[in-house]
């Protein structure tokens, strides 16, 4: 389709013939000789038939792409089309001239643009090669969006599954955790492993069914992190406390799936698990000034050997927020005397979970 056929795009084009049209009336009027309904009336439609022309100009230019063709080949396409185009138009001038005018009239016109009919036809033909060239333009400013639009489909496309590989590392590393802690209670308290298990295969049914959801509402990533907290407290016991200060609003505003998980479990693991008397992970939401702010807090041994970590929690959820809202989330770590406090700022969305 011509990039032109459009309503706000084909009436600048025709008024940029405005300024030629009113000039050939103005000329026809004073030196023609004609009145100037008459001079209108062979103007107007003369011009308007041949910017008409000139539209096809597209197709060619199509044809014989710049940089992709000989020049030779280029060059003798359009000296042709343009010469041409030329003819047919003022063959439509001189016809409708024919029909308007009386015949002294037409004399007039004939002996007076006549002698001019080679430089009509040149300036004709420069018309139609300006015409090519902007067509050219068109044609490349097409060129540049398509470029565009398939470069910003591909970021959009590798960032998906950048997203899909980093949700897909969260299960993995849970469930490793999780195993080796059964398997150390196997041998302990045989009772609490098969508990265990029961709560575990809960939690991994859930997030089945979150199948290729990109957001779930807050209250259901939290309805998982009540399962997953419950499968540690099967390890913990009163060692686990847990403390919530969720603003009720927010609960209905949509998060990643599976985005708090990994640092409740960084706050168990590197947390919790040091300290022989047990601590307190506090969760808490916000939403303020269309952001939603999650905190999540835990305290910590600050004196106790540090247990080998490989980072992926943090990074993964770092980077699941880059690649979901870009710049316009982050998350900012939090480090105190005993406590250790993790912040995600995102924007307040609403709506059903997407997919």
Known sequence: MHPLFTRSRFS??????????????????????????????IAV?????????????????????????????LLLTHLIAAVFI????TQ?????????????QFDTIKT??????????????????????????????????????????????????????????????FLFNSLNSISALTSIDPAKARDMCILLSEFLRMTLGLGEKSAIPLSEELALLERFLAIEKVRFGARLQ?????????????VPPLVLQPLVENAVVHG??????????????????GRLSLYIENTFDPECTPVRRNGMGLANVRLRLEC?????????????ANRFGVELSMPAETGEARQ
């Open 112 to 173: 007076l643009f006549g002698p001019q009919v080679n430089a009509i036809n040149t300036i004709a033909i420069l018309i139609y090669l300006l015409s090519v060239a902007f067509h050219y333009v068109l044609i490349a400013m097409e060129e540049s969006r398509r470029a565009e639009t398939q470069a910003s489909e591909a970021r959009v496309l590798a960032r998906d599954a950048e997203l899909k590989a980093l949700k897909a590392q969260v299960n993995p590393h």
């Open 12 to 41: 600048l084009y025709l008024l940029a013939w405005v300024p030629l049209i009113a000039t050939s009336v103005y000329v026809l009027a004073t030196r023609g000789g004609l009145r100037w309904w008459q001079a209108s009336a």
């Open 45 to 73: 439609p003369v011009f308007l038939f041949y910017a008409f022309l000139c539209l096809f100009a597209w197709y060619p230019c199509r044809a014989t792409p710049l940089g992709r063709v000989s020049f030779l080949r």
């Open 272 to 289: 919790i698990a040091n300290l022989p008397e047990g601590g307190v992970i506090r969760l808490s939401s916000q939403c303020h000034d």
């Open 86 to 89: 030329s003819f047919i138009w």
């Open 324 to 336: 979901r809202y870009g710049t316009y989330a982050n998350m900012n770590v939090d480090p105190r």
């Open 242 to 254: 847990v403390e919530e200060a969720i603003q009720e609003e927010s609960r209905a505003l949509l």
């Open 92 to 104: 439509v001038g001189a016809l409708l001239s024919y029909f308007f005018l009386s015949p002294k």
